[in-house]
């Protein structure tokens, strides 16, 4: 078992059933001329997670920890687009037309995909998902139990929206879950801080919250590999 400091107490796992979830790394949520920014926002705000989101994604598959990935996006023909997710917000180009990165939230897409620096390799899972949680109508649940994961380790864009969802989500299918604060990325500062603190009051009601330097340095007990590769990333 490990255990590290988090918020409100220590989090413990076993190494065997965590897996590290990579929630919406895409190039549409943090790169101009994206889904994000067709929403009226700046994408400027989420690059900052991507250094220690990489540095654990490194660590993790260096302990040999499970880890998958998730997108947000639709069908080439947008017949999983509710109509609702079409119009909200009047936005000036909608999903599914074309931008600088290709078709705005399309599977395919070059925009949809998942940025570099953290892009999945052989044996993680990318779980494709048509709305804001990992969970709604995809196969994370079944992927999960059928490993015998019980406890998810978040990073992930955005926080109080798509990582956040995930949280509440894993919460009620019986999942402890823990967000590295520095992994995680909104383009309010004001949510960024909110949201972290809905997941771990109450005693922990959502999960818990920690950051990347207090889960590596608890990684790095288990696995001299993960530590390499944390400073080495
Ligand atoms: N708009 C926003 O903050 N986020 C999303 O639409 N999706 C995700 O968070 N991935």
């Known amino acids: 078992m490990v255990t590290f400091d988090a918020e409100p107490y220590d989090f413990t796992f076993d190494p065997k059933t965590v897996a590290l979830v990579m929630i919406d ?19 400027s705000f989420l690059l900052k997670a991507l250094p220690p989101a990489e540095r654990v994604l490194k660590a993790c598959r260096a302990a040999g920890l499970f880890v998958i990935h998730t997108r947000e996006g639709h069908r080439a023909d947008l017949s999983d687009l509710p109509v609702a997710k079409y119009e909200r917000g009047n936005p000036k180009i909608h999903i599914g037309d074309e931008g600088p ?14 940025v570099d620096e953290v892009y999945p390799i052989a044996g993680e899972p990318i779980v494709d998902k048509p709305g804001k ?6 196969d994370m649940d079944t992927i999960l139990k059928t490993r015998g994961i019980r406890q998810l380790i978040f990073c992930g864009v955005t926080t109080e929206v798509c990582v956040q969802t995930s949280v509440r989500e894993a919460n009620d299918r019986g999942y402890d879950s823990c967000v590295l604060e520095d992994c995680t990325g909104s383009y ?5 801080k909110a949201a972290l603190a809905m997941i771990k009051a ?7 919250v920690s950051d990347s330097k207090r889960f590596l340095e608890a990684l790095a007990t288990i696995s001299p590999d993960a530590a390499a590769a944390a400073t080495s990333a």
């Open 101 to 114: 990165m290709g078709r705005l939230l399309v599977r395919g897409s070059y925009g949809h995909d998942i």
């Open 202 to 208: 109450q005693g922990g009601i959502f999960g818990w």
């Open 188 to 192: 309010f500062p004001e949510f960024q």
């Open 25 to 43: 790394f895409q190039r549409d949520f943090v790169y101009p001329g994206g889904f994000g920014e067709s929403l009226g926002n700046d994408t």
């Open 133 to 138: 949680g990992a969970f709604y109508a995809t």
